[in-house]
Structure formats: C-alpha cells, structure tokens
C-alpha cells in the first residue's frame, strides 16, 4: 500500500447521490432481518456512516399498507440521512411506491436488482430484473422520474458467469437518472461462494462516466477496505456482514482515511453495552415482551461475536421474560469471554452466509 493512500483519498470530492451529500464514504449495506432502526441507530452512535439503508421491503406490500412492510421503513430523527430499498418487478406499483416514500420524506431509494433468494427472484424481482434488460430499464426509467431524491440500483454482476450484464445496466441506468449504483462483486448464481471479483466491480466503475459507484461484498478490514478501493476505483463501499462483526468498522474506515491509524473496535463489555441499548431502542419499538422473541436472531451474533460460551448463549436464547433476559445477561457478564481478552480486542467473527445451492434459499 502506498503510504499516501488514504490521505489521497480523503482529498478527494465528498460521496454524493445527486444532491444528497454524504458525511462519508461508507454505506451500512441492507440486511434482511438485520438493518432495521434499531441497528441503524447503533452504528450511527459509533459514528463514520454516510447513509443507512433499510431492510429490502417489497413495494406492493407498501401500497397496500401492510403493517410489517411499514415496520420495516420506520425511522427517526438521529436516523438521516436514510435509504429505503424497493423490490418488485411492476413497473407502475413500483413508481407508485417511489411517490409514496417521496412523500413520506426519504432521503434515497435503492431499487433491489441483487437478491438471489428464489421467493423474491422467482416474482420477478431481484437479481432475476438483470435477465429481462428492457422491461427493467422502463421500470428504472419510471420510478426516478416519480421520485423526488436521489434513486440508486443495487446489483450483482450478473446472473451468472455467462451473462455479466451490470456494465451494461449501470451504463443506461446513468443515462436513465440513476444517481449512484452499488455492485456485489458476485453473480446470482455464486450466491456468497467463492471470493469478490473485484476486477468485474472495475468494469461497472469503467462503464459509467460521472455517477459513484459504491464497491461491496468481502470488506471486514482496513485492508479489505483498501483493496477494494485500489483495485476496482470504486467511490464508496458498503459493508453489511462485516458490520454485524464490528459495527466500530465505520468510525474506523472514517478515522484511517483522516488519520492513518483506528481506534480498536469495541471491548466484550462495550458490546455488552452497545447490545443492551440496541435492546432498548426495539423494546420502545414493539414493547418489552415482543423485542425479547425479536432480539434473539440479532442477539445470537452479538454473543457469538462476544465469544459467549455456548450454554450462557443457549440460556440468553431460551429467555422469555425481562427476569430471565437479566439474569443470563448478569451470568454473561460475570463469565466474560471464553477465549480473547476481556478488556482488548476480541478475535474477528467469521459471519456464515447461506450455503448450498442458491434455487433453495
């Protein structure tokens, strides 16, 4: 690495969607079931986020007021600026959701062209809109002009190695109005197999003439995070498992481009801690009863991240009222770690992603 990397890139013009100016250049990724407000909110405290984005919400549940749908788009004022992400294939429900958003005050609107699950591709939506090249440009081309922010795309590469088309795509999205695109640096058919292929993100960062293009998939560390930059000229990354990791990567990504040197991440009790309060901010959400069955998946990383000896994790779990919630917490507390230090920093989590093939996910 050159020792003037990161300077070089903090001189550089800020991020920025459209007229939405970003205070960094690094994007919590969404993460269904994962970037709710919440979670949002705790890694905005830790600091070094440019923009959040929700969890993928489908558009026809949005028009059609389903209650779970607007649970998943909630925010607040500490909450800014903030994306939602789309997903459908109708090009008129999807221009109407861009309308309704609008008026709701969103800062962005990501358009989901990424998930490889087989119920959101197999309506038509996600990663399947990079198979059918005309209707999803007319459906592109709709919804930015029904917008009044900023309407980014969210992509793999392609469908799978023999049709690579996000080049293309980010190519006519720029000329569409698309002010900004994130690519996976995988194709829908790979799911998480295998590693980035940071040299296809370079082709979409060639394709496109004044739009940023936002790296993803892979970054967990400072030299991942380089890597990233130096190989693919990307101007921004997005990071979603690593931040379930470390939601200090942020703040350390912001302080290393400033500085050239990063703050640790957090010690076993500041997670303790950070978890606790994201507890909180669910339990004003839905209520006490129903953020402790609501937690659990989220609390499941926090103690493995933590390094939780499995029985103080089975019992965190098995909890069901705000007594038994504190009694494992005072047992977690008590036994700390049961490897790496207590004080410094805990060994990097490996995140497992969903595995076998993807047309079963």
């Given at each position: 690495?050159?020792?003037?990397?990161?300077?070089?890139?903090?001189?550089?013009?800020?991020?920025?969607?459209?007229?939405?100016?970003?205070?960094?250049?690094?994007?919590?990724?969404?993460?269904?079931?994962?970037?709710?407000?919440?979670?949002?909110?705790?890694?905005?405290?830790?600091?070094?986020?440019?923009?959040?984005?929700?969890?993928?919400?489908?558009?026809?549940?949005?028009?059609?007021?389903?209650?779970?749908?607007?649970?998943?788009?909630?925010?607040?004022?500490?909450?800014?600026?903030?994306?939602?992400?789309?997903?459908?294939?109708?090009?008129?429900?999807?221009?109407?959701?861009?309308?309704?958003?609008?008026?709701?005050?969103?800062?962005?609107?990501?358009?989901?062209?990424?998930?490889?699950?087989?119920?959101?591709?197999?309506?038509?939506?996600?990663?399947?809109?990079?198979?059918?090249?005309?209707?999803?440009?007319?459906?592109?081309?709709?919804?930015?002009?029904?917008?009044?922010?900023?309407?980014?795309?969210?992509?793999?590469?392609?469908?799978?190695?023999?049709?690579?088309?996000?080049?293309?795509?980010?190519?006519?999205?720029?000329?569409?109005?698309?002010?900004?695109?994130?690519?996976?640096?995988?194709?829908?058919?790979?799911?998480?197999?295998?590693?980035?292929?940071?040299?296809?993100?370079?082709?979409?960062?060639?394709?496109?003439?004044?739009?940023?293009?936002?790296?993803?998939?892979?970054?967990?560390?400072?030299?991942?995070?380089?890597?990233?930059?130096?190989?693919?000229?990307?101007?921004?990354?997005?990071?979603?498992?690593?931040?379930?990791?470390?939601?200090?990567?942020?703040?350390?990504?912001?302080?290393?481009?400033?500085?050239?040197?990063?703050?640790?991440?957090?010690?076993?009790?500041?997670?303790?801690n950070l978890m606790l309060r994201q507890f909180g901010y669910l339990a004003e959400l839905r209520g006490e009863d129903r953020a402790i069955s609501m937690f659990r998946k989220m609390a499941h990383w926090y103690l493995k991240a933590m390094f939780v000896s499995a029985p103080l994790r089975n019992q965190f779990q098995s909890a069901a009222t705000r007594e038994e919630v504190e009694e494992a917490l005072a047992a977690i507390r008590e036994h700390g770690p049961s490897r790496g230090s207590r004080s410094g920093e805990l060994?990097?989590?490996?995140?497992?992603?969903?595995?076998?093939?993807?047309?079963?996910?």
């Open positions: 690495m050159q020792p003037d990397f990161w300077q070089q890139l903090a001189k550089s013009p800020p991020l920025a969607y459209g007229r939405l100016t970003l205070a960094s250049r690094y994007v919590l990724s969404p993460l269904a079931g994962f970037t709710n407000l919440p979670f949002r909110r705790i890694v905005r405290e830790l600091g070094g986020v440019g923009l959040a984005t929700t969890d993928l919400v489908s558009a026809r549940g949005l028009l059609d007021g389903s209650a779970k749908s607007f649970q998943l788009i909630e925010t607040c004022p500490e909450d800014r600026p903030f994306a939602v992400q789309i997903f459908g294939g109708d090009p008129v429900i999807m221009s109407d959701c861009a309308r309704l958003l609008c008026e709701r005050g969103v800062d962005s609107i990501d358009i989901n062209m990424g998930c490889p699950v087989a119920r959101i591709t197999g309506g038509g939506a996600g990663a399947s809109l990079m198979c059918q090249a005309d209707a999803t440009l007319r459906m592109v081309r709709g919804v930015v002009e029904a917008s009044r922010v900023p309407v980014t795309v969210k992509m793999r590469l392609g469908w799978d190695s023999t049709q690579l088309t996000a080049p293309g795509f980010a190519r006519e999205f720029e000329q569409a109005g698309v002010a900004a695109v994130t690519i996976h640096g995988r194709t829908r058919e790979q799911g998480f197999r295998g590693v980035v292929d940071r040299t296809g993100i370079r082709q979409v960062v060639e394709a496109v003439d004044r739009i940023p293009i936002i790296g993803n998939g892979d970054v967990r560390t400072m030299a991942d995070a380089r890597r990233m930059f130096q190989e693919t000229g990307c101007q921004g990354i997005a990071i979603g498992r690593g931040a379930l990791a470390n939601p200090w990567i942020f703040r350390q990504l912001v302080e290393w481009e400033q500085t050239g040197e990063v703050s640790p991440a957090g010690s076993f009790d500041d997670r303790l060994p990097q989590l490996h995140i497992p992603v969903p595995s076998g093939p993807v047309e079963r996910w």
